[in-house]
């Protein structure tokens, strides 16, 4: 996939000598790297993009953006910015941020050597006047300028971390879990919510209110990432900069949250995982032990027959007080 170069951004004619915005040249290069999944900017008012895409070179996604849009950025991979009027919102992986490009072009870059993976939500003016208007008040400066047509200071909103809740609701925007007859109802309920979620200014918080719910957020991460790959885990040095907290800070906190370490909760994942596949029946002991990330039978073994009471060749039939006993011994 070339993303060397971006094209030029094409026009549609209307009647009256004017143009139409259209974003679809700016993607080009990248193919099907680009996909629309719901909705239109100009009919419906919001629009819902996926991009995956590898950038060969610096690649300039600032002519994707639709004049008088409020676009919400939900970045899983890849880093890049967007700056105009003296702000800048930088997007690291797993981070979600706006901005409001009025009538001039913003300036926005995606690094270069990168998989880029994020999912944009468009949001013309009026759609977030009609379904924000009792929440005005509430909005971000950003978000109300773009809504009362007023010259705004700045054009971006802090970034922030996604949680794992976002990172699910991302995957059902992708794979939406309704019949496509409900699916026009089901994703302006989604593209409010994310409104909402994003474009609403959320209260103070105390600073050790903010602290302990970075803490479960970034906890819930590790979690997350674990599930993801148990056979080929992060390291914990990668798993800090995925988070973006150094590994030390991320081993402490996990620790205090969970009461184990993150070896110990990957372990206990690894033995609910196998327990899951030998109850399927479709993947014989050694099967599942390298399915979970054991390369050695006889430890595999060992920590499954601390874990549940019975080696795993009779697990499917170890009786309840052998799991009751286990249970006991291990609190």
Same mark, same amino acid.
Not at 316 to 331: D, F, M, V
């Given at each position: 996939?070339?993303?060397?170069?971006?094209?030029?951004?094409?026009?549609?004619?209307?009647?009256?000598?004017?143009?139409?915005?259209?974003?679809?040249?700016?993607?080009?290069?990248?193919?099907?790297?680009?996909?629309? %999944?719901?909705?239109?900017?100009?009919?419906?008012?919001?629009? %819902?993009?996926?991009?995956? !895409?590898?950038?060969?070179?610096?690649?300039?996604?600032?002519?994707?953006?639709?004049?008088?849009?409020?676009?919400?950025?939900?970045?899983?991979?890849?880093?890049?910015?967007?700056?105009?009027?003296?702000?800048?919102?930088?997007?690291?992986?797993?981070?979600?941020?706006?901005?409001?490009?009025?009538?001039?072009?913003?300036?926005?870059?995606?690094?270069?050597?990168?998989?880029?993976?994020?999912?944009?939500?468009?949001?013309?003016?009026?759609?977030?006047?009609?379904?924000?208007?009792?929440? *005005?008040?509430?909005?971000?400066?950003?978000?109300?300028?773009?809504?009362?047509?007023?010259?705004?200071?700045?054009?971006?909103?802090?970034?922030?971390?996604?949680?794992?809740?976002?990172?699910?609701? %991302?995957?059902?925007?992708?794979?939406?879990?309704?019949?496509?007859?409900?699916?026009?109802?089901?994703?302006?309920?989604?593209?409010?919510?994310?409104?909402?979620?994003?474009?609403?200014?959320?209260?103070?918080? !105390?600073?050790?209110?903010?602290?302990?719910?970075?803490?479960?957020?970034?906890?819930?991460?590790?979690?997350?990432?674990?599930?993801?790959?148990?056979?080929?885990?992060?390291?914990?040095?990668?798993?800090?900069?995925?988070?973006?907290?150094?590994?030390?800070?991320?081993?402490?906190?996990?620790?205090?949250?969970?009461?184990?370490?993150?070896?110990?909760?990957?372990?206990?994942?690894?033995?609910?995982?196998?327990?899951?596949?030998? *109850?399927?029946?479709?993947?014989?002991?050694?099967?599942?032990?390298?399915?979970?990330?054991?390369?050695?039978?006889?430890? !595999?073994?060992?920590?499954?027959?601390?874990?549940?009471?019975?080696?795993?060749?009779?697990?499917?039939?170890?009786?309840?007080?052998?799991?009751? %006993?286990?249970?006991?011994?291990?609190?």
């Amino acid at each position: 996939m070339n993303t060397d170069s971006p094209s030029p951004v094409s026009s549609r004619h209307r009647p009256d000598g004017g143009a139409e915005f259209s974003e679809a040249g700016a993607w080009r290069d990248v193919g099907a790297g680009w996909q629309k %999944i719901f909705g239109s900017f100009r009919g419906v008012g919001y629009s %819902i993009e996926w991009h995956d !895409f590898l950038a060969k070179r610096e690649f300039d996604w600032a002519p994707s953006f639709h004049p008088d849009c409020v676009e919400l950025c939900l970045n899983l991979d890849g880093h890049g910015f967007v700056e105009g009027n003296g702000s800048r919102a930088e997007f690291a992986p797993n981070t979600a941020g706006f901005y409001y490009r009025q009538k001039e072009p913003l300036a926005a870059k995606r690094a270069a050597g990168e998989r880029h993976q994020f999912l944009t939500v468009e949001f013309s003016c009026p759609f977030l006047a009609k379904h924000l208007a009792e929440t *005005k008040a509430m909005l971000h400066p950003v978000v109300r300028a773009a809504l009362e047509g007023c010259p705004c200071e700045h054009v971006t909103g802090s970034t922030m971390r996604l949680t794992t809740q976002q990172l699910q609701t %991302i995957a059902t925007l992708r794979q939406p879990p309704v019949y496509a007859a409900a699916q026009p109802v089901w994703y302006q309920c989604k593209a409010l919510e994310l409104a909402v979620t994003f474009l609403v200014k959320p209260e103070e918080e !105390f600073f050790c209110t903010r602290q302990q719910r970075l803490a479960q957020e970034r906890v819930e991460q590790v979690i997350m990432l674990l599930k993801q790959n148990l056979a080929e885990p992060p390291s914990l040095e990668e798993l800090g900069k995925k988070i973006g907290c150094s590994h030390f800070y991320l081993s402490r906190i996990f620790s205090a949250q969970t009461g184990q370490t993150i070896t110990q909760h990957l372990r206990q994942l690894r033995m609910e995982r196998a327990a899951e596949l030998l *109850k399927a029946r479709e993947l014989n002991v050694t099967e599942v032990a390298m399915e979970v990330g054991y390369s050695s039978l006889s430890h !595999f073994s060992s920590a499954f027959q601390e874990t549940f009471g019975c080696c795993p060749g009779l697990y499917p039939l170890a009786t309840t007080t052998q799991k009751s %006993i286990a249970t006991k011994s291990r609190s």
